[in-house]
């Protein structure tokens, strides 16, 4: 259970729907109504290399001074949460007032950074103060998705986050080198560098993809060799084996034309109508008893014979 102050902070409206704060998100001056966790926040297409500055109102039941956290998560994908971002801001005051700056930015897309806080009215309507914070940041490469989350809590923990869709598209060239990898194939060790999302080349220009987590080389389908031409002419298996067969077609044709000059005129439609004979089953002859006994016999005076031949004295003492 919760005891004493259970309230967590909010951008826009409290646990009950009240609105307590007025344009709590402004991202390149384009300002928005936080609602209670998912917000829809027009697409704003940003360029790698250029200034961007994203303001917050954060209202807490005990002051300002109250909240100690604050988290600006950017590159999020449908159905991801704060965790899975890699390019993370991190604002948190201590106990005693003092103000630090972290970033989570592994793949170091982010750059330029500057975080600054104040107090501000919540509302035009309304003197309650807000912490206002502001971001200072730049792109240094293109993010893989677009929605942005906050996350903020106060001195007892009490949190609460939020969510920005369609949010934040990064677009321009990337300002970081190029990744490196190594690829294995046919037991061969290749030093790649990346040159898309999924892509690599190696260093014999050889084009990599990334499949499933690991590089696999592309294939490469296997080239006809273009040798010279021999006096045998060309085989079948040259680059160039099918205009050098067309070459001969046509060369056929000019001497079938001075051969048969109208040779090439007949139609040879009644090709269809050739008619055909249908023959009986065929019958083997070795089937027949009587031809069966004929073999049998014929063996035996052949044994006999190979048998004088052999050894004819043998054969004289037998009879």
């Not at 250029?50 to 917050?56: D, G, L, V």
């Not at 990346?194 to 499933?212: C, H, Q, R, Y």
């Not at 014929?298 to 050894?311: G, H, P, R, V």
Request: aromatic share 10%; with cysteine; charged share 25%.
């Amino acid at each position: 259970g919760c005891s004493g102050d259970c309230e967590e902070p909010t951008l826009g409206v409290d646990s009950k729907g009240k609105r307590l704060v007025d344009n709590g998100f402004t991202y390149n001056g384009k300002s928005i109504d936080v609602e209670r966790y998912f917000t829809p926040y027009p697409l704003v297409t940003v360029t790698t290399g250029e200034k961007n500055i994203a303001e917050f109102k954060i209202y807490d039941n005990l002051g300002p001074d109250n909240i100690s956290h604050f988290e600006l998560a950017f590159g999020l994908a449908k159905g991801e949460i704060m965790s899975n971002s890699n390019a993370v801001i991190n604002w948190d005051k201590s106990w005693d007032g003092v103000a630090t700056l972290s970033v989570d930015d592994p793949e170091h897309v982010l750059g330029d950074i500057e975080v600054s806080t104040s107090e501000g009215d919540c509302s035009e309507e309304s003197a309650q103060q807000c912490l206002l914070v502001k971001v200072v940041h730049t792109f240094r490469a293109p993010l893989d998705f677009n929605i942005l989350g906050t996350n903020v809590w106060d001195t007892k923990r009490n949190a609460w986050q939020n969510y920005y869709n369609h949010g934040i598209e990064v677009v321009g060239p990337s300002m970081n080198p190029a990744k490196e990898y190594d690829g294995i194939s046919k037991g061969q060790i290749y030093h790649l560098t990346e040159t898309g999302k999924n892509t690599a080349v190696d260093e014999f220009g050889n084009s990599w993809s990334l499949v499933i987590d690991q590089w696999s080389m592309d294939y490469i389908p296997n080239k006809k060799i273009i040798d010279e031409i021999s006096m045998a002419g060309i085989a079948r298996e040259h680059a160039y084996f099918n205009m050098y067969k067309y070459g001969q077609y046509l060369l056929a044709e000019h001497e079938l034309k001075q051969i048969c000059p109208g040779c090439l005129d007949e139609s040879y439609g009644e090709i269809d109508n050739i008619f055909a004979y249908d023959f009986k089953d065929r019958v083997n002859k070795l089937d027949k008893p009587e031809v069966k006994y004929r073999m049998v016999m014929n063996s035996e005076i052949a044994q006999k014979t190979m048998d004088y031949i052999l050894d004819p004295i043998l054969h004289l003492k037998n009879q």
